[in-house]
């Protein structure tokens, strides 16, 4: 009988010490409350001492670090948080700050766990969410988040922090240093990509009234179109038109990989994405190029390129019959879901385009520079409008003129959107526009000589990423040095285009644009590349082997991430190069006076951006001070 009860005594005594040595309530962490209303949290596992002497409060860290405060200005030190701490009420991801999510996915906050289901392509995310109290903020590993701005990856759970500015806590870093980190709340965010339990794209069959073959770019076809989701997408059926599209892409054989374009009786919203009447099924047709319009596309989006196209990889039946793997994307034109305008009976989209296919009073030839220029909006026989040809060819004309005779492009066109165009396609190495063909740009009023000329939408891909005629595996494989705006072509078509980039303010712009993007941007945009490929890979390889496309797609994948690191590193470089010119705020390639008082204004501002203070760090000490003023006016006098 003793026995059992020294036994049972035993067992009680381990228990309790387990309890006293694992359980954070028990005198576990020590609160520092100060007058001002912030609190310092101290683990006492983290801490060696806590004493005070001359009315100054010292901790001492386990690696000899100390935190040292003034007696006067703490309330309390306690073993309980006096206070609330804040939290999430609200969490999602929003599809307006998500490019790859068509539909919001709504986060379900229980405790301290946040779960979404999104449906999507790609890993990094926008959150936008709303907290119990308006001076809270979110960290996640130390960094303030914004939100409906800040973007992170979601590939595995994320850890936010929702508490008050200046409440900190003692923490233990990933390399074993001590810190001090933002102190709130913990909650686990949790995104479930539904792409990743598919184990298929979505399905489109389209059949047509008594199984007609589609043979013309001109006439359309009745058709049931039916759209399986595969789980991820919303799925619909309903009545369309269709017909062929394209120009080189494009054969009267219906048995070929041609792409087609969608009309429907009224908008909708296949996929989830914004209503619209018209859509396109991309055939990416060359060998090699299936990967091409989803990363264009993504990157576009990613440097802020005008209505950038949504990209759905499907699996494509007409009639029963296999068509391989297509892209389901916006047709781009003046619509709600394309180029969203407020006005459209004062609107123009224009297309510079090579093959001048449009009917006579719907296109005109600028002079000068002869560029064939196809009115995509409005159609005259069509649309309620107030233009007139001769009004927009005017306007264009001058356009053309002004850039012709190096005047400032700023007083025609939006040079922040030319710079995000001209970048884009930069990067894609993008010869297309060149010819031109597949060039937009737009005025929202045409009347409105204040309404200034936007590029954009971004469009066809088939000459871009490395592409040379006849080579199978060039996509994404050469081309890397290719100087863009350099290219050794002739004639004013080609010298007018080439020119919008190397504009003086373009130029400068896109500097300031690559600064940017040349981190987070460039990581989302490489990450992408696989996570595309991930998903529509049973699709790729089906299709390559229905129309016996050599290209080992996996691999291309991986060879897009080294292509677009490469050429970005270049492109950066170059402009880095011809514009990195210490105290050139105004970025006219000179020091001026004028540069003297942007740097003042920015010092008395107190402003902090980046981009600008390491132009403005003249004296190269990594601060941008009066000492950086003191140097720039002595190199003025200098000159």
């Not at 010490?17 to 609160?31: D, G, N, Q």
């Not at 059949?207 to 006439?219: F, M, P, Y």
């Not at 990581?523 to 016996?548: G, M, T």
Request: charged residues 20%; glycine residues 6%; contains cysteine.
């Amino acid at each position: 009988m003793c026995s059992i009860q020294r036994a049972d005594m035993r067992v009680i005594v381990l228990v309790l010490v387990a309890i006293l040595l694992m359980a954070p309530s028990i005198h576990a962490t020590k609160y520092f409350t100060f007058t001002d209303g912030h609190v310092h949290v101290f683990p006492t596992a983290y801490i060696l001492s806590i004493s005070t002497r001359y009315d100054v409060v010292t901790v001492t860290d386990r690696h000899g670090g100390t935190y040292v405060y003034n007696r006067a200005d703490i309330v309390s030190i306690e073993n309980e948080l006096s206070k609330e701490l804040p939290t999430f009420t609200s969490y999602l991801f929003d599809n307006k700050y998500n490019y790859q999510v068509p539909i919001d996915a709504i986060g379900l906050i229980t405790n301290d766990q946040v779960n979404a289901s999104v449906a999507g392509i790609g890993k990094r995310l926008t959150a936008t969410f709303t907290l119990s109290d308006n001076a809270a903020r979110a960290y996640v590993n130390g960094v303030e988040q914004t939100s409906a701005v800040s973007r992170l990856r979601f590939d595995s759970s994320v850890q936010y922090t929702v508490g008050y500015p200046g409440d900190m806590i003692l923490s233990l870093s990933s390399e074993g240093e001590y810190v001090m980190m933002p102190f709130g709340r913990l909650y686990t965010v949790t995104a479930d990509f539904l792409t990743d339990h598919s184990s298929s794209v979505p399905r489109i069959d389209i059949n047509t009234v008594d199984g007609v073959n589609i043979v013309s770019k001109e006439e359309y076809v009745d058709a049931e179109i039916i759209i399986d989701g595969a789980g991820v997408f919303p799925s619909m059926t309903d009545s369309v038109k269709i017909r062929g599209r394209g120009n080189t892409s494009w054969s009267p054989n219906p048995a070929a990989k041609n792409p087609y374009r969608l009309k429907f009786s009224e908008k909708v919203k296949p996929f989830g994405l914004t209503k619209g009447k018209n859509w396109v099924l991309l055939a990416n047709k060359q060998y090699g190029s299936m990967l091409t319009t989803a990363v264009g596309m993504k990157a576009a989006s990613l440097i802020g390129v005008v209505a950038a196209n949504h990209v759905i990889p499907v699996d494509l039946y007409i009639n029963g019959t296999y068509k391989g793997n297509y892209n389901f994307s916006e047709k781009v034109g003046a619509s709600n879901n394309s180029v969203d305008l407020d006005d459209e009976t004062v609107a123009a989209l224009l297309e510079l385009d090579y093959y001048f296919d449009e009917a006579d009073n719907q296109k005109f030839r600028s002079d000068p520079c002869n560029i064939p220029v196809n009115v995509k909006h409005p159609e005259f026989d069509e649309d309620v409008t107030f233009l007139t040809l001769t009004e927009i060819q005017s306007r264009f004309n001058a356009f053309v003129s002004a850039a012709n005779n190096g005047e400032d492009l700023a007083d025609y066109v939006d040079i922040d959107k030319l710079a995000r165009y001209m970048m884009f396609n930069e990067l894609a190495c993008n010869k297309e526009i060149y010819h031109p063909k597949s060039l937009f740009c737009y005025w929202e009023s045409v009347p409105d000589n204040a309404s200034k000329l936007v590029f954009g939408p971004a469009w066809d891909f088939d000459w871009a990423f490395g592409y040379a005629q006849g080579a199978s595996d060039s996509y994404f494989n050469n081309l890397i040095n290719y100087d863009y705006f350099n290219l050794p072509y002739m004639g004013l078509q080609y010298q007018f285009v080439s020119g919008l980039g190397k504009d003086q303010q373009v130029s400068y712009r896109m500097f300031q644009l690559w600064w940017d993007f040349i981190g987070d941007g460039l990581d989302e945009l490489c990450e992408f590349c696989q996570d595309y490929y991930d998903y529509a890979a049973p699709s790729l390889i089906n299709s390559k082997r229905a129309y016996a496309d050599p290209t080992d797609y996996r691999v291309q994948a991986t060879q897009a991430v080294n292509w677009l690191r490469q050429r970005a590193d270049l492109i950066y470089q170059r402009l880095k190069s011809l514009h990195m010119i210490p105290g050139d705020l105004d970025g006219d390639g000179n020091v001026t006076i004028n540069d003297v008082v942007i740097l003042i204004d920015y010092i008395l501002d107190g402003t902090t951006d980046p981009f600008t203070e390491m132009v403005a760090d003249v004296d190269g000490d990594g601060f941008v001070a009066i000492t950086d003023l003191t140097v720039l006016i002595d190199e003025l006098f200098a000159q």
